[in-house]
């Protein structure tokens, strides 16, 4: 079973940053935070990991919470491009990844 | 200059016919996965390869066997096929460790 919350669907305009939001109450110590995104009939997508410290990439942010509970992964300027299922997942570092239900994103032109 | 790719995209076959799936990876990754997604869209893993060895085998038939005949290739053959295979198909790899995958742009399967 995933070990992470996440809301179903979010709405973001275009253009603005969009913030979507995990839970992991449960996460381990050395455990990892993972964001990927599938974009329609396409293959998942990673975007970004953490541990315990803010990561930043090309592509997005991701807000690890000082008691690592929750996390947000933030796209700056969204674009219509970004509409996806974005998923949340929590895994070890040699752990398979196991994949929710994920957020479904929706860019508002 | 695909990084994983997979033949065929589309495979449209009947019931009890044998296929396989082909995956290639060039990012010269240790670990090679396959993963099936249904038709509510849930993704699990189903195989890991590392280095051409079997690390992961999640509860699935043994009608699908994978075969890596060397670290850049993940094959997937299926036996006896059943209605209840058709879904999509990806293949995925990553580098030394698990989350950090790479996936391919997948294989729908159909089963009539």
């Known amino acids: 079973d995933a070990k992470t919350t996440q809301p179903p669907s979010m709405d973001c305009a275009e253009g603005r940053a969009a913030n979507l939001p995990c839970n992991h109450s449960?996460?381990?110590?050395?455990?990892?935070v993972y964001w990927y995104r599938q974009i329609h009939s396409q293959g998942p997508q990673y975007i970004i990991h953490g541990l315990k410290n803010n990561e930043t990439n090309e592509m997005a942010s991701l807000i690890i919470t000082e008691d690592r509970k929750s996390s947000t992964l933030i796209l700056p300027h969204a674009t219509l491009r970004d509409t996806a299922v974005y998923y949340c997942i929590v895994s070890g570092r040699d752990d398979k990844i196991i994949f929710g239900k994920g957020t479904r994103l929706h860019i508002l032109p | 200059d695909t990084a994983v790719s997979q033949t065929p995209k589309y495979l449209v076959t009947q019931m009890g016919n044998d296929k396989s799936i082909k995956c290639e990876q060039n990012?010269?990754?240790?670990?090679m996965y396959w993963y099936k997604q249904d038709s509510k869209k849930f993704l699990k893993i189903m195989f890991s390869?590392?280095?051409?060895?079997?690390?992961i085998n999640e509860t699935v038939p043994n009608r699908f066997s994978p075969k890596s005949p060397d670290k850049a290739h993940l094959n997937l053959h299926i036996n006896s096929l059943e209605l209840g295979d058709s879904a999509v198909y990806f293949c995925?790899?990553?580098?030394?460790?698990?989350?950090?995958?790479?996936f391919g742009p997948g294989t729908r399967l159909t089963v009539t």
């Open positions: 995925a790899s990553s580098p030394g460790y698990a989350g950090e995958q790479y």
């Open positions: 990012l010269g990754h240790d670990t």
């Open positions: 449960t996460i381990s110590g050395n455990e990892y």
């Open positions: 390869y590392n280095n051409k060895e079997l690390i």
